[in-house]
C-alpha cells in the first residue's frame, strides 16, 4: 500500500508564482476577534463577508482580502466584513511541503454544523471556527475565498439550493457554477444555519479560484470578490473598478454534481490525468481504480469535478462526478 508521501511524490509540483502576503498587521481588527475587520457605513443595508484561508495554504483569498484591506475599502451601505480563517495554519505553511499547511488538526471546511460546535470535541480549527461564529451568524451574504490542489478552470460552488444557484449567475464570473450538496464528513461553511435553509434570503457562495499558487488564481478572486461585493449592493462599483478584469464575461454552464467518489483505499489511480471538466461520453467507461474496484462512469456526458490525489486516504473524497444542467 502506498503512503501519501510516496503519492504526493508522483504528482506534478506547480510553482509558487505569487508572494505570500504578511497579514500580521491584520491581526488586531476591531471585533475581538483577530484577524477580523467589520466597517458599518451608518446606513440601513446589508452585512456581506469575505472570508480567506479557511484553508492554510490557499493563498489567493489571502492576497485578496490583504489588498482590499490596504485599498481601504468602505460600503456604501450596510456592513463589511473582511476576514482571515485558519491563520495558524496559513502561518507554518512552508514551500517545501506545499500541501500540509492546508490545516493543523482538522479541515476547518468540515466544523459548520451546530453538532460540532456546541460539541466536547477539540482542535484548532474548531477553536476559531467557535471564535468566527458569532460574526458568521451575523452575516447576510458571505463568499468563502478557496483555490484547488490541481491547475484547473476556476468554479463557483452554489450548493444545491436555488437561492444559490442563482446568486452564481447573478454574480457573472467563473464561467462554470457547480450545483453541489457538499461533504458526508463534515458541513462547510457555505452550508452552514441559514445559509443552507432554502426559507432564509441569507445567501453564501464558495469559489474555487484555480491553481493554489498561480497568478491567474489570484486574479480571478479579486475579481470575483468585487463583482460579489458589487452585486450585494453594500460596495459602489466604482470602488472596486481597478480589482475587475476587463475581458468580456463568458455565458456562464452549470453542473450538478450527482455523487462523490471516495477512496476506500491508498491504492487509488486515475485512469488518465485528469485536471476537472473532462466529459466522459460514454455511460460505464473506467475511469480510475481503488485497489481492485473500477471506478465507472454512472451515465452517458459525465462530467468530472477537481480530481485530486494530494490528500488521499480512505474516506476522502478525491473527485466528483457531474452533469451539464441546460435549464439555467
Sequence with gaps: MQTLEQIRA????????VAFPNIAEWQVGNTGVDYIHTFDSGVAGPHAMILALTHGNEVSGAITVDKLLRAGLRPLKGRLTLGFGNV?????FDSRAPDASRFIDEDMNRVWSAERLD???DSQELRRARALRPIIDSVDFLLDLHSMHEEAPPLMLSGPL????????????????IVDAGHANGKRLRDYDAFGDPASPKN???????????????DVALDAASRFLVQTGVVAAVDVTDF???????AQHVFEVTQPVIADTMDFEFMQDFRGLELIARAGTVIAHDGDK????????????????????P???VMRLARVLNNW
Excluded: N, W
Excluded at 10 to 17: M, R, V
Excluded at 88 to 92: C, D, I, S
Excluded at 294 to 313: A, F, K, N, Q, W
Design 10 to 17: 508522483k504528482l506534478h509540483d506547480y510553482p509558487i508564482e
Design 88 to 92: 495558524e495554519a496559513y502561518h507554518r
Design 119 to 121: 460539541g466536547c470535541d
Design 162 to 177: 436555488e437561492k444559490g444557484i442563482r446568486f452564481a449567475i447573478d454574480i457573472g464570473v467563473p464561467e462554470h457554477v
Design 204 to 218: 453564501a457562495l464558495l469559489i474555487e479560484t484555480g491553481q493554489h499558487f498561480s497568478i491567474r488564481s489570484k
Design 244 to 250: 475587475m478584469q476587463r475581458a468580456t464575461l463568458s
Design 294 to 313: 473500477e471506478i465507472v462512469t454512472p451515465y452517458d456526458d459525465c462530467v468530472i469535478i477537481m480530481p485530486s490525489l494530494r490528500h488521499l486516504g
Design 315 to 317: 474516506g476522502v473524497t
